[in-house]
């Protein structure tokens, strides 16, 4: 079964930057995408960031796009989000979410990731 556990989360300064990981295991092929996902206290879950590990090709939604960067190492296993010039409105829970696609896919559909990671908590201070 595919397992997913993100770290790299922590409390840093708005401006500041933090480096997520996500790291898959359970699943030999590079036949999949990646999305990063967020919620804030008292608000729905969004799509914030996503990568097809089957081309490279990278989504990412209007609210960070230009702040923040995904990218993967398929010797590793890891996808990564690195986000800079990070806001308070950036403030939530970080999830990373798997799907398997035997051709390029990018979305921030959640309804199309069948494993989902813990969680990781991101706080940015004003």
């Known amino acids: 079964e595919v397992q997913l556990v993100e770290s790299g989360g922590g409390l840093v300064q708005a401006g500041g930057s933090l480096r997520l990981s996500c790291a898959v295991s359970g699943f030999t092929f590079d036949d999949y995408a990646i999305g990063w996902f967020r919620q804030a206290p008292g608000k729905e879950r969004e799509g914030v960031s996503c990568?097809?590990?089957?081309?490279?090709?990278?989504y990412h939604a209007d609210s960070v796009k230009g702040r923040f960067t995904i990218s993967s190492d398929n010797a590793k296993d890891t996808v990564y989000l690195q986000m800079n010039s990070l806001k308070p409105e950036d403030t939530a829970i970080y999830y990373c979410?798997?799907?398997?696609?035997?051709?390029?896919?990018?979305?921030?559909?959640?309804?199309?990731?069948?494993?989902w990671g813990q969680g990781t908590q991101v706080t940015v201070s004003s």
């Open positions: 990568i097809s590990v089957n081309d490279g090709s990278t």
């Open positions: 979410a798997f799907l398997h696609t035997t051709v390029p896919l990018t979305t921030l559909s959640e309804d199309e990731y069948h494993y």
